[in-house]
Each structure stands twice: as C-alpha cells, then as structure tokens.
C-alpha cells in the first residue's frame, strides 16, 4: 500500500521584522498606578466555575501591599475563600450583598445599578 509522496511546505510566520517583545502585561500597568478607593468605580460579575459560583469584583487599582491587606479582610469577615487576578477580587459564592457592604464601608464607589 502506497502512501503517497511527501510534501515539503513551509507556513509560517517571519518574526524578524516589526515583532517587539512586551516587557510588561498591561494587567500590571494598571495595578502600578495607586488610586484613593473614592476613585474606584466597581461592578460585579457572577460566574460558574466547575459547578460552583464565583463572584467577581474590580476593577481595583491599588498597591500590592494594599491589595493583599484589602483580600485578607474580606476574606476572614466572608468567611470564604478567594483570589486576586487581573485586578479583579474572585471570591467562592455568591457574596454580592455581603460584599457590597463591606466595600461601602472601606470607601469604595460603585457603578449604577451593581
């Protein structure tokens, strides 16, 4: 049984001219640039992760040291478990209410209708 002749293409890209590396993500570009929490306009999402709900909350643009204090926070008043990603706060359940609280009184501003 034959199997034909092989074919020699070549496809694909040339990365010599007009391709720059990015030295930075500009997910880390926002997070640079610390604001007041007035100046923070949040929205929520609710998600479905394997089964389980998410919610999500941000954007936040604060400093590492504050970001990891503000998680810490929420997390032991929530009495759940999360992370910080891509300058959104992902916290296990559907914590909207509990959330929105907690955040009005750390002084965070929120869009119209969330």
Request: glycine share 10%.
């Amino acid at each position: 049984m034959s199997r034909g002749k092989k074919l020699d293409i070549f496809i694909g890209a040339d990365f010599e001219e007009g391709w720059n590396e990015i030295e930075t993500s500009p997910n880390t570009m926002l997070s640079s640039e610390s604001t007041t929490p007035k100046q923070h306009l949040l929205h929520f999402a609710k998600e479905k992760r394997r089964g389980k709900t998410v919610t999500l909350v941000g954007p936040f643009s604060l400093k590492k040291e504050e970001q990891s204090r503000l998680l810490k926070l929420l997390k032991k008043k929530l009495g759940c478990g999360g992370a910080y990603k891509n300058c959104f706060m992902e916290f296990q359940g559907d914590l909207k209410e509990k959330l929105h609280s907690l955040l009005a009184e750390e002084g965070f501003r929120f869009k119209k209708g969330h």
